[in-house]
């Protein structure tokens, strides 16, 4: 094992390293969610029921007949749950506001109303599921935010060093010489501070608008986590054994 981890090392010196196996997934992420009726409804638009533009309350129910409207798909998650748009964010608010809206579509509500407002409310619990789940991770709020910024995360490790991809290496030959529960516990405990401090980084450099240190950020973030679910599936099976 330490015969192949020197070779890799001795690759990284020469070359960028792409992470292989596990990390491959988060290397090209692709994440999957549920889809939605794609309408546009908006404050600019006429209501579907009594034909006028009113202010739509909670950005989805008119103000006017109070019927609910069709979904709005391209509307700012953070606007959504009411939130201003940047990084920082408190997590224990937005679980608040997050159960509010989803009290507010409960399908329950709508369950004597026209089947219009039946879709529009499981599509509604759809996309504030989504808006939450974004926005509660920093991982995917930093990569929602710079998505509305106009950038996409690089498709390579170009954005590191060799030096943090050979550290990455290491820590997956502890991860795999590991033979008990509480040596995993221990590296799992030093991975969830890490990923903490580089949320207020990620914090801060969204303050400065230093969307290239994002980006080298969230890539780490993602090798961090990539280790973090090794960790995971190896305690699964020192337990099963």
């Known amino acids: 094992m330490r015969g192949v981890i020197n070779g890799l090392r001795s690759a990284v010196r020469t070359t960028n390293y792409t992470p292989n196996g596990r990390n491959v997934l988060l290397q090209n992420e692709l994440i999957l969610r549920p889809q939605v009726r794609l309408f546009a409804a908006n404050s600019s638009s006429a209501c579907w029921n009594c034909q006028n533009k009113s202010e739509l309350r909670q950005n989805m129910i008119c103000s006017d007949c109070g019927h609910l409207q069709d979904v709005d798909a391209g509307i700012n998650y953070f606007e959504l749950l009411s939130f201003p748009t940047k990084f920082s964010l408190e997590p224990q608010k937005l679980t608040q ?10 399908p329950d509500k709508y369950s004597n109303k026209t089947s219009r407002e039946q879709a529009n409310s499981a599509d509604w619990s759809s996309l504030i599921n ?16 710079l998505q509305l910024e106009g950038e996409q995360m690089p498709q390579d490790n170009s954005a590191l060093n060799k030096e943090f991809l050979m550290a990455m290496m290491e820590r997956n030959e502890e991860v795999e010489e590991a033979e008990d529960t509480k040596a995993l516990e221990d590296l799992n405990a030093q991975l969830v501070k890490e990923l903490e401090e580089m949320a207020q980084k990620l914090s801060s450099l969204f303050e400065a608008k230093d969307l290239q240190g994002v980006k080298g950020t969230l890539v780490e973030m993602k090798y961090l986590l990539s280790i973090q679910s090794s960790i995971k599936q190896k305690q699964q099976g020192l337990l099963g054994s």
């Not at 997050?98 to 409960?106: A, E, G, K, N, Y």
């Open 97 to 106: 506001s997050f159960r509010q809206l989803q009290t507010i579509v409960h």
């Open 130 to 145: 989504k808006a939450y789940k974004t926005l509660a991770t920093p991982i995917e709020r930093g990569q929602y935010l």
